[in-house]
């Protein structure tokens, strides 16, 4: 079963082993072992056209969302995929979203 995130996700987490003090060794060892069992989604123009959708949508209620987020959300529904998440409070505002949060112990 193949296993995708996006690039979004992808940069948190440059950004998060570039503050590490061992960052570079970390990156090195991403690039080795992690990157090769994923598969990176391009947010694109279509991605981009499910996002201002939902942005506009949430925004209309009030309920507004991290930018990285919405473009997460938004690759997830263009490609029809579940979103698997630990913090999924604020993704259940996304209308058609499936999700699971993997920090739960019950699904």
Request: aromatic share 8%; net charge positive.
């Amino acid at each position: 079963m193949p296993v995708y995130t996006t690039t979004m996700n992808w940069a948190e987490i440059c950004y998060g082993l570039a503050r590490h003090r061992a960052g570079q060794r970390l990156r090195a060892a991403y690039h080795k072992l992690v990157l090769p069992a994923l598969e990176l989604l391009d947010f694109d123009s279509a991605c981009a056209e499910v996002y201002g959708d939902l942005r506009a949508k949430l925004g209309a209620r009030g309920q507004r969302l991290g930018e990285a987020d919405l473009m997460i959300a938004a690759v997830a529904l263009k490609h029809d995929l579940t979103l698997v998440s630990g913090n999924t409070q604020h993704f259940r505002r996304i209308p058609g979203l499936r999700l699971i949060n993997w920090l739960a112990e019950e699904q």
